[in-house]
């Protein structure tokens, strides 16, 4: 069975960082494409930064790009996303997605199973 559990949400004021840690099992972690998503109330979920498993660039949306960063350790089967520089409009739960393919689809079509979601709060 497919499992992916996230963590490392919480309240963090405008300008602060933190991480967030999703650990899979029941699969290869290095076979497929795994990305962070998020949603906000009343919005679609959206796709923050995905990582392939060949050595190709991340996909990072473009609202976070030079403030977060994706990463995943096989060893550990775990992905990372390293978020600095928060603000306000990054408040979202956070899921995190284990993609159909290898490929680092954006959209949460590419993508076949989720995490239970971890909320992140950024005050102004």
């Known amino acids: 069975e497919v499992q992916l559990v996230e963590s490392g949400g919480g309240l963090v004021q405008t300008g602060g960082s933190l991480i967030l840690s999703c650990a899979g099992s029941?699969?290869?972690?290095?076979?497929?494409?795994l990305g962070w998503f998020r949603q906000a109330p009343g919005r679609e979920r959206e796709g923050v930064a995905c990582?392939?498993?060949?050595?190709?660039?991340?996909y990072y949306l473009n609202s976070v790009k030079g403030r977060f960063t994706i990463s995943s350790d096989h060893a550990k089967n775990t992905v990372y996303l390293q978020m600095n520089s928060l603000k306000p409009e990054d408040t979202a739960v956070y899921y995190c997605?284990?993609?159909?393919?290898?490929?680092?689809?954006?959209?949460?079509?590419?993508?076949?199973?989720w995490g239970q979601g971890t909320q992140v709060t950024v005050s102004s």
């Open positions: 997605g284990r993609a159909k393919t290898v490929v680092p689809g954006r959209r949460p079509s590419d993508y076949d199973d």
């Open positions: 029941g699969f290869t972690f290095e076979d497929l494409a």
């Open positions: 990582i392939g498993s060949s050595d190709g660039e991340p």
